[in-house]
């Protein structure tokens, strides 16, 4: 039910102008949109308004080109980002670090409950999370985070070396200069060569799942939500 | 729902200070997310998204101070009874929390009537919605009752140690500790102290009647020397003693050798924040709060080494490693650590404890006995590395820890340079050099003979980043709130010594996480070039 509802919301929610966005945008800027951040900014279609008490959420679309950086996933392998990301299924991609308890809590639940929405479709969307504490966030600790939100098997956590994490994060515009900056983003790519949609703020789990849904991948999932 | 406001109206207007057994309910719920009667604390975001538990507790987000944290752009505001109570003013008299305050909305006063409404709905004494990620709690009226007090007596207890005037501190020195050393370490405290003395001018007018100046720089610093004597098993009752003499509002520094776990337990007990003492063995408790450390020391050191050893049997176990330590210094903990961390692997593991005080014969028969392993490991200090046997078979790996052996100043014999690989907890001296112009210059200025480079450089840092930390409080001297800072600012730092990097965040307490290891390329010197990467195991 309250994911009719949400849906619903959603679909409002596109249908907001671009300058009414901005207007918002503008009007939220205090919660913590950066207009600098989104001079790249291709289309904005989608911001809550303030009074809602919803997540401000602005949505673009950005080409970012993934540098070869080497990452140790959760399992202790030793991995690249391209491969990871490449690897045929759409990607959902965020950012956290274990011991964060404002940020990283609600995104990594977002993560969680999009798993759960995704149903059946769970294993054909891979869930990527880069530490940016990565000198903190053994694999160890990593997997006993995963844990606390339920990570199915296509859920992964990466960490690696300081400079390995700086790239990443730096490679999708996320960098800023210390753990506790960081932002809420949220990055979907639905396939290989399209670009990546960005999603700054608390992308809500319909919010992505619509994401996804929107270039056809999972549309069984998507379908069974509704009911 | 009238009916309930105004029960709950009724009910507290009568508030009274909460009991001492109310006080710690109410903290479990504060701290923990525990309900009084023992169940999780459930919360929901506007949209029905539930969060339960730790994850729900009001310290999650806005700490145990109860002062709030900024994370990246969001704004966690403080929630102590004196912030809430009153409305966000523009007048400079009330401005008690830098940045919190000012990145806040303005809005009127709470009342316990609104307040319970914002915990329970999420709107704000002026009617407008709180932020998304403020949960909404279904408390009942005891339980908002409970909260509402806990909020109202959260940090507003005179903090010890913390004056209108004066800004009290200790540091610990513990009885086993070289006095060379010691002298050392103190002598760096001293000079800082007197340094941010002088900035002190004791005939200016009070300026805590004007709070537009940070009057933080008219606190003078007192050091107090707490120089522990007799066995471990009576240092708790002495720092408790001391404590109960010369309040102070943290313990800065100070330095030990063999243990520091009575000291630990002592801060813990007293919540009193002790901050990066020149300790290698420090006390590895997650749930314990009020200590911080540089690293994990030779814990850390231990955790290297199994990392290496897995790594270079090409992530199998190692068969077969010998440890030599002395009983009774750090080397028998840093070798139980390693012991633990390959059990379970199937490796065998034998211990050899040096007794004599004429080592030579004791070590030959321990490198005899791990000509044959995999790997020696050496948790031995320079006295006795300086009598390592010439002339035996090694093993393929020899491990020594550098800490302990001295670094890159080891006496490690010539024939032993090649074979020996040495855990190095910091950057290498090549690597730090500009970093620690900042300290050699600092003590060149202050006249400070540099007898132990890393045991002062260390000391320095641990004063600054005291400063520093005290410095963004402004007058809000609450210990949990200087531990708080220190979380927060730590990774801001450039300038940190022999450390490539120092980070904290919320429940962290070892501010450096990895380690080189390195190799002696040279039959002599103390040239030592890195044996692979910065592991963090």
């Known amino acids: 039910m309250s994911g009719c509802i949400n849906i619903a919301a959603t679909m409002r929610a ?13 009007a939220a800027s205090a919660e913590g949109v950066d207009a600098h951040a989104h001079q790249q900014l291709l289309a904005s279609e989608e911001a809550a308004h303030p009074q809602d008490a919803l997540p401000t959420v602005t949505r673009s679309l950005v080409n970012y080109p993934v540098p070869a950086i080497r990452l140790v996933r959760d399992d202790g392998e030793d991995v690249t980002l391209i491969d990871e990301l490449n690897d045929g299924r759409p990607v959902v991609l965020n950012f956290i670090y274990t011991t964060c308890t404002g940020i990283c809590p609600l995104s990594s639940h977002i993560f969680s409950q999009l798993q759960h929405k995704l149903g059946a479709e769970r294993d054909r969307v891979h869930l990527v999370s880069i530490s940016v504490d990565p000198e903190e966030d053994t694999p160890l600790r990593l997997r006993e985070y995963a844990q606390q939100y339920a990570a199915g098997p296509s859920w992964q956590h990466y960490t690696g070396t300081v400079a390995a994490s700086t790239a990443a994060q730096r490679a999708f515009d996320v960098y800023k200069g210390d753990k506790m900056g960081h932002t809420p983003v949220t990055l ?40 | 729902m009238l009916a309930c406001v105004l029960l709950a109206a009724g009910a507290w207007g009568r508030l009274k200070p909460l009991s001492e057994p109310s006080l710690n309910t109410a903290e479990s719920l504060y701290r923990q997310g525990v309900l009084p009667d023992g169940k999780s604390l459930r919360g929901e975001r506007q949209g029905g998204e539930p969060i339960e538990g730790q994850a729900a507790a009001c310290a999650n987000c806005h700490r145990r101070s109860g002062f709030g944290v900024e994370e990246g752009r969001i704004v966690i505001p403080p929630i102590t009874g004196k912030y809430l109570f009153r409305g966000s003013s523009t007048d400079a008299r009330q401005m008690a929390h830098p940045g919190s305050e000012a990145l806040s909305p303005q809005r009127s006063r709470y009342s316990s009537e609104t307040l319970a409404r914002a915990i329970r709905e999420g709107i704000d004494p002026d009617g407008r919605k709180l932020d998304y990620l403020m949960p909404r709690f279904a408390l009942d009226d005891a339980t908002m009752a409970l909260l509402i007090g806990y909020l109202k007596q959260l940090s507003t207890h005179p903090a ?16 086993d500790v070289d006095p060379v050393k010691r002298d050392a370490m103190l002598d760096v405290l001293n000079h800082f102290f007197g340094n941010k003395n002088a900035f002190y001018r004791g005939d200016d007018p009070p300026l805590q009647r004007e709070r537009r100046i940070h009057f933080r720089v008219l606190r003078r610093w007192q050091l107090h020397v707490w120089e522990l004597s007799g066995p471990p098993e009576t240092w708790e009752a002495q720092l408790h003693k001391r404590f109960k003499l010369e309040p102070v ?28 003492p020149n300790v290698d063995l420090p006390v590895v408790a997650e749930k314990d709060f009020y200590s911080v450390y540089f690293s994990r020391g030779v814990l850390l050191e231990a955790d290297v080494i199994a990392h290496r050893l897995r790594n270079d049997a090409g992530h199998a176990s190692p068969r077969r490693v010998v440890q030599v330590f002395r009983p009774g210094d750090l080397g028998a903990a840093a070798a139980q650590a390693l012991a633990a961390a390959l059990a379970g692997q199937g490796a065998t593991v034998t211990m050899h404890e040096l007794k004599s005080r004429q080592p030579a014969r004791e070590l030959s028969a321990a490198a005899r006995e791990a000509s044959g392993a995999d790997a020696l490991v050496l948790w031995l200090r320079p006295e006795d590395l300086k009598v390592l046997p010439a002339g035996v078979a090694l093993p393929k790996s020899v491990f020594v820890s550098g800490l302990m052996g001295g670094l890159e100043k080891a006496p490690l014999p010539p024939s032993w340079r090649d074979a020996a690989r040495m855990t190095y907890p910091f950057d290498l001296p090549a690597q730090r050099v500009i970093r620690m112009n900042y300290p050699l210059g600092w003590f060149r200025i202050q006249h400070i003979a540099v007898v132990d480079e890393r045991i002062q ?46 980070g904290l965040a919320p429940g962290q307490r070892f501010a450096s996480k990895g380690a080189y290891v390195v190799r002696f390329p040279d039959p002599t010197g103390t040239r030592v070039v890195t044996d692979g990467d910065w592991i963090v195991p």
């Not at chain 1, 596109?14 to 503008?26: D, E, F, G, N």
């Not at chain 1, 703020?201 to 999972?218: I, P, R, S, Y």
């Not at chain 2, 010890?160 to 009885?175: E, K, N, R, S």
């Not at chain 2, 004063?463 to 220190?486: H, K, Q, W």
């Open chain 2, 160 to 175: 010890p140690g913390a004056l209108t005037d004066i800004l009290q501190f200790a540091t610990i020195v513990t009885p």
């Open chain 1, 14 to 26: 596109i249908l907001l102008s671009v300058l009414a966005a901005s207007l918002a945008l503008r």
């Open chain 1, 188 to 227: 979907v790519r639905t396939a290989l060569g399209d670009p990546w949609v960005r999603f700054d703020g608390f992308a809500t789990a319909d919010m992505l799942l619509k994401e996804l849904h929107g270039k056809g991948q999972v549309t069984a999932a998507v379908s069974s939500t509704r009911q």
């Open chain 2, 457 to 502: 450089t260390d000391t320095y840092l641990a004063c600054s980043i005291l400063a520093e930390a005290a410095g963004t409080m402004l007058d809000n001297f609450v210990p949990d709130y200087l531990i708080e800072r220190v979380e927060v600012e730590l990774s801001h730092r450039i300038i940190n010594g022999y450390y490539p990097r120092l």
């Open chain 2, 249 to 276: 509002f943290a313990v800065i520094s100070g330095i030990g050798a063999k243990t520091w776990e009575p000291v630990h337990r002592f801060c813990e007990s007293e919540s009193l924040p002790c901050l990066l």
